[in-house]
Every structure is written in C-alpha cells, then in structure tokens.
C-alpha cells in the first residue's frame, strides 16, 4: 500500500541519519567537493548518536 510507514530498525534510521547529510548538500551545492562533504557528514554522525 503506498504511503504507509513501515517500521524502521535503528540501523535503517542511522543509515538515513549518515545519507542525509552526504546528498542534502549536494543537491544545494552542485560545486562541492564529494570528499569533503562526506567527510563533513562523517564527523557530525558521531556527535549525533553520542559515540
């Protein structure tokens, strides 16, 4: 059925957490440097979760 949520285990969730900033900013910055935004995006994940 389209539209219905489907539960989500907490490593689905954290991989959504880590994709999101790895493609959210390219879609705004189509000049960025894919290493550094993934880098960016590997820093913050950390902090995030508290690890």
């Known amino acids: 059925m389209v539209g219905t949520a489907r539960p989500r285990g907490p490593d689905r969730a954290a991989a ?11 879609e ?5 440097d894919v290493r550094e935004v993934a ?5 913050v994940f950390p902090h995030a979760y508290g690890t």
């Not at 959504?16 to 390219?26: C, I, W």
């Not at 705004?28 to 960025?32: E, V």
């Open 39 to 43: 880098a960016e995006a590997v820093d």
């Open 16 to 26: 959504g957490h880590l994709l999101a900033p790895l493609t959210g900013p390219l």
């Open 28 to 32: 705004h910055r189509p000049d960025a």
